[in-house]
């Protein structure tokens, strides 16, 4: 991920604003830290630090509704954020600690017993903050707004990193610290996450706005991210991580493209384009291969993040899995529409016909997301390994904490031996790092 | 070889900050008028160096523990720290009063002279060990902010702020004062750590508390909620925060709050901390009530001092809900969030202050477009300041919110926690909205900003050093806040 977020600072390299890089720096920082802290107290600091520069980026670099857009975002996080800080504290006062994998090993070991009622507000609080960032469906509308209104930078950013800060935090926090409610909430959050998906896909169709439109994909695609984290099972989830991954590849370039334009015309709207193909064909070509790998074109990275999550809801869903393929399909057909209302046809609009192709820079930017994709499309077996160790642990862990909470009363001394700490603390250092510690 | 015998001495350590502040406010009232109208400023660096020598005078007494004048006042660490915070608050609003005072053309000696008996007083709140005692205390620092409230003689709206002041404060002081009487009748004492012997014996003879002594704890409850503005005796606040001179209101927010939550936590915790399932449901009802009155009024407001005025009711309810925790982790929560609180609402009054200028023209939201452009470093100040207000991480308003969150779940308030934790997201609307003005809002043209003058620049950097400093080390402050709580029981 921290590659991913230093790429999209420095394409933001176009907006010669003093203030607009220390924005950038800044949310780069807390990112990063959210993903490296292993404290909740320090998680949550990274985490509420990811807003107010976001908020600024949004509020003086967006365009026309853009108070409305940051006052929104930053709201509906914070709701979210606050929920869970509660939740932290309560956490923090039942086991002593702030220490996730302390506080982990002792839920696990029974020396702080969760009653299931408590249990399952505490994974709420958690799950609703991240169900936020992500955005899971009913709590999607802020993204779209703050997409569209978001400078380029700032969408590349919110797209490619910051709502993987969700689906992150579900894969960390939800589902090692409260594996009980996360089993018993699967159904409900499961068929949220196919709403996300079929109904994002269908709005993103009707958009008239091509950023919009793009955000939508957004709503429908990590969609995809939360079902198939929620079906528990190795598969679906080495493709809910991979799909993390690509999605910020994919939507990020995609999200760049769409600036790209802008930058020429200076308006989203579908309608103003048309025909672009014949004046740009670099820019439109690349913008085509995006598309592509967004709508899961096979040997694309879109494609293997789908696919395994797909299967791996499959073995254990199959109505789930079925809905869900039907956003692919309509994946394709607002992808592609839009590609064909843009980019082919007669050239409705006179201004259009002398738009300049790609510049040596744009080409470039482009060039480098291309290779990402076709990289990440084509040797997915080398982000799978190494996703398939933390994977393992992490089911491994859920299973573990059921076995030991099912039964009335734990026997912490028995199972006390059986988890060694060893292989757990491995497994986040693999994810974040991706440094391969074998267990 | 002492004039004074050893125990009247220790007597003078243990008041002393008391005794310094009266003795500079008597200097300067004295010295009134022997200064030249042009003068005047020189009274103020005179009140203004009768707070550090205060903080020398809780020294003193830091050093000399124990009570004085038979058991009147206490001198412990925990009178020491809300001594600190009130002192504190008062050399930062003299600060900012200097070049407001030459503005409104207002500049005199016993605006000076009051505010330092005003914090005498609220000194006097914090240590008492006896009702009566504090009563005085509570009048001492009342009476001189009513005549604060409206020294803007000529403002209609100062002298409304004053007298709306007045006459309702009058009254929850003679509530106070009637509830003192109902446990001295009840309990036969007015000291308070007697009080809490007494009930525990009440409770082995007859198996409960007398009512008397609750109905006399439910009419302190009433006076002292009123000065701390918890809900529903919030009513005064808008309007007198609104009308009183913006330093002073700097002051009413946070010096009287500060001490009056003191002598509440004597009185709640170490009186009737037997009673405890009795006060426990009224704190619960109020700090609701305090946060949604707050919260919610002060989302509409378009008067940015109005707007903070709310929101000091809404931080009043945030206190209430570490006090309802009832444990020494409320102590100290309750503590380190005063502490953090009288600075934010200071530094942030200050900067109100400023921006209103002559008259306090210009208080609406649409008044401050584009302060982010036209005066970076103060509207950096004021974002730091209404952030940490609404609980941002890396600020003092996280913390203190963190610890009283922390504490009330320590004691299983949980309800009371989710409610709170709602209502800070409702603040963190009407906070960002001003900066949404300062940073995203097209500048008016017609503004001309004023100079800040360097002792106002002294007191902002103060207090949003101050801010900084507890969001990102609290950890000394914090000791201290537990020292002070752990030296509330001491017998």
Redesign the interface.
Known sequence: MTPLAILCSWQAIRENVKGFFIALLVIETAMIGVFVSLDLLLF??FW??TL?PM??LI??WGHDR??YA??KF??YT??GS??M??AI??L??LAGTFDVPDIQAKLQTGLVLLPSHTELLLFGAFFLAFAIKVPLFPLHTWLPDAHTEAPTAGSVILAGVMLKLGTYGMLRFCLPLFPDAAHRMAPYIGVLAIIGIVYGAMVATVQTDLKRLVAYTSVSHLGFVVLGIFAFSTISIQGAIFQMLSHGVSTGALFLGVGMLYDRRHTFEIKEFGGLVNPMPVLMSFFLFIALSSLALPPLNGFIGEFLILIGTFQGHHAWAAWAASGAVLSAIYLLWAYQRVGFGEVTVEKNRTLPDASGRERLILATMAVAIIFMGVASPIFTRRMEVSTNNLLHQMERVQNVSRPATPEPAGKQSVISPGPRKNASVTKISLRHVQP | MTPFPPEQLANFHRLAPEIILCVFGIVIMVADPFVQAAHKRVLGWLAFIGTPAALAGVRIMANDPGTAYSNLIRADAFSVFVHVIVIGAAALAILGSFQYLDDENIQRGEYYALVLFATAGMGILAGANELVTAFIGLEMSSISTYVLAGFRRRALKSNEASLKYFVLGSFATAFFLYGIAMVYGATGTTRIDVISGKLAQMIVEHGQVASLAILGLALMFVGLGFKVVAAPFQVYAPDVYEGAPTPVTALLASGPKAATFALMLRVFYVSFGSAGNFWFWAIWISAVLTMLVGNFAALVQTNVKRMLAYSSIAHAGYILVAFAAGTDIGITAVLFYLAAYALMKIGAFLVIAHLGQQGEKRLEITDYAGLGTKQPVLAVCFSLFL?SLLG???TGGFLGK?FA??AA??SKV?WL??IA??N??IG??YY??VI?AM??WEPSKDYVPTKVAPSLTFALAIAAAGTLYLGLLPARVLEMAKAAADSLYLR
């Open positions: 949550f600091f509420e630090l107010i908020y600024f509020g003086i853009r108070i940051a006052v930053i709201l914070m709701f606050i929920l800080l509660v504290l309560w923090y006062n | 952030l941002l991480p890396a963190l969150f922390q779940l320590d949980v926690v989710v934790a709602i800070s997201v963190a609307y960002l909205r949404v940073y995203f």
